[in-house]
Structures are given as structure tokens and as C-alpha cells.
């Protein structure tokens, strides 16, 4: 199943595929697509950047343009829309679904939620209304898919919000989580410390801390950690630059003190990362 809605004059595209078809499967390549992955019918495993991710059956994973997923067309019972930020911005559109910083971009790892029995039936008729969508041309159906795709998002944020150790928090309080989550990939390339972020929200690194307890358990140091790491690997698994020139990209004047970070949260050398990962299939 390929489902596709397109614009010449826009750029839009919003795509309803099951991957199993090559031309689905085309899209993993293409650059620039939000990924949402809906494990419908069964369990399924799927590499995203270079690591298996296995998902239970009503389990829905919410990838970024930066995320590179690999599966074959064997995998039965995933749904994914797929979309580019022409047919739908997260940034412009964030005032009426909240999702950015929290669905995508809210953590080195793409963000995984579980469908209860209420969820489920909403993921499931707002489903059935894109498949009715796609057979109505008319010159409203891409506002129509944009109306479904903004009322899937909400729901999944707000699930987001309800795991929350305090699902209650405020909603100010979330949007400064947010807002460092973003500014966290916008500037992880150079911004390596705290303080340089609490600048950027005027608070202090001490109340980001405390923040972030409430919100989880991951500090906001490790959020940076971490997503220096993931862009690591991503250049050692899917680019050929050296290891002088991937410390020089993401912030390090020394290539040894980028060698020493990356093998003191990765647990091996750069090098032996690279070559182990080279070896394992995927």
C-alpha cells in the first residue's frame, strides 16, 4: 500500500504506506521526511541509525529527517505516515499540536509510545478517515490530511505528557523542556555545556536540573552528551570522514579530547566503533 497525496506548486507530500513495496521502501532514502511508524498488526524490529529497535505490537515511533531507518518488505503489519515539512511544519504549526521537542527532537532517541485500548481506537479511526481521504480528490483533501495528521499528533502528545513522573506539570514548565530539547539540536555542534543553554533560556543551570528531574532521568548534561554521540555514530556508520575531521564538526579543537568523550559514553574507541559496526549486519 502507497497512499500519496502531492503538490507541484508547494512541495507538499503526505504519504499512508504499509513498506511492502520497493517504492515504499525508496523512502526510507529520501531525505527530509517525518517518519511515524505504527506497529498495527504484530511485533517488528527495524534499524534506526545502525541499532535494531524492537517494537510490540500498538507501539508507535515518531522519527525525525535525521534519523536513518533500514527494514525490508518481509516485515507485515506496519503502518507509517510519512510526510515533509512543506505538507506539514512542525515549527510553524507547534502553537496547535505542541509536539516539537517532546514527539520529535526531544531526545537523542526517537520517542516510542504504547497504544492502550482508548488510543488505539482513535489511531485506528483516524486511519480508516485518511484511507476514505485518499479516495476523495477534491481541492480541500490536503487541508483534510493535514487536520487528520495535527489531530494524530495531538493525541500522541498528550500521551507523552501523561508518562511524565509529573504528568501534571506545568505547561510552562514543559515548554522550557521543550524549548532546551530544540535548542539542544539546533546548537549541540557547538553549545557542549549547560550553562551555554540556561544562557539561551535565562535560567539557571541549577533550575534546569531540578526541572529535569521532575520531568525524567535523564540530567541536561546527558541530553547534550548523548546527542553529540548520536551524530557521532551516524558519521562513523554512514560517512567516510576521519575521526580529526567528525571531532572538528561536531565542536572539538582536539581530536583526542572528542576520542576520550566518545570512548568514556560509547565504551570503546572510535576506531573500534567504527570497525565493530562495519562488520555487523543489518
Given amino acids: 500500500m502507497k497512499l500519496e497525496y502531492t503538490t507541484f506548486k ?14 515504499s521502501l525508496e523512502l526510507l532514502d529520501k531525505k527530509g521526511l517525518f517518519k511515524i511508524v ?14 535494531e529497535v524492537h517494537l510490540e505490537k500498538d507501539q508507535v515511533i515518531f522519527c525525525t529527517p535525521m534519523n536513518v531507518i533500514q ?54 479511526m483516524i486511519f480508516d478517515f485518511f ?19 495535527k489531530r494524530l499528533l495531538i493525541v500522541a502528545t498528550r500521551m507523552v505528557r501523561e508518562k511524565l513522573p509529573e504528568p501534571n506539570l506545568p505547561k510552562t514548565q514543559v515548554d522550557i523542556i521543550r524549548k532546551y530539547n530544540l535548542l539542544v539540536e539546533e546548537h549541540f555542534q ?3 555545556q549547560v550553562k551555554d543553554y540556561a544562557d539561551l533560556l ?40 576521519t575521526n580529526e575531521e567528525i571531532a572538528n564538526i561536531l565542536g572539538y579543537k582536539d581530536a583526542g579530547h572528542f576520542s576520550k568523550f566518545f570512548k568514556n559514553n ?8 567504527r570497525a565493530e559496526r562495519q562488520k555487523a549486519p543489518f
Fill in 10 to 23: 508547494d512541495g507538499d507530500l503526505f504519504i499512508l504506506t504499509d513498506f511492502a513495496c520497493q517504492p
Fill in 38 to 51: 505504527w506497529c498495527r498488526e504484530s511485533a517488528a524490529t527495524i534499524t534506526i541509525d545502525g541499532y
Fill in 71 to 124: 527494514m525490508d518488505t518481509s516485515l507485515k503489519g506496519i503502518i507509517s505516515f510519512v510526510f515533509n515539512k512543506e505538507f506539514f511544519c512542525i515549527k510553524t504549526h507547534d502553537d496547535q499540536v505542541s509536539c516539537n521537542g517532546l514527539l520529535f527532537f526531544g531526545s537523542s532517541q526517537p520517542q516510542i509510545v504504547s497504544l492502550k485500548e482508548k488510543e488505539k481506537k482513535l489511531f485506528n
Fill in 131 to 149: 484511507e476514505e481521504e485518499f479516495s476523495i480528490k477534491d481541492h480541500i483533501q490536503g487541508e483534510m490530511l493535514r487536520t487528520l495528521l
Fill in 190 to 192: 557547538k553549545l557542549h
Fill in 202 to 241: 535565562f535560567k539557571s543551570p541549577k533550575t534546569l536540573s531540578n526541572l529535569f528531574k521532575k520531568y525524567g532521568e535523564k540530567s541536561p548534561l546527558t541530553i547534550i552528551n548523548e546527542r553529540i554521540l548520536l551524530e557521532a555514530k551516524r558519521l562513523f556508520l554512514y560517512s567516510d570522514k
Fill in 266 to 273: 560509547e565504551g570503546v574507541s572510535p576506531m573500534a566503533f
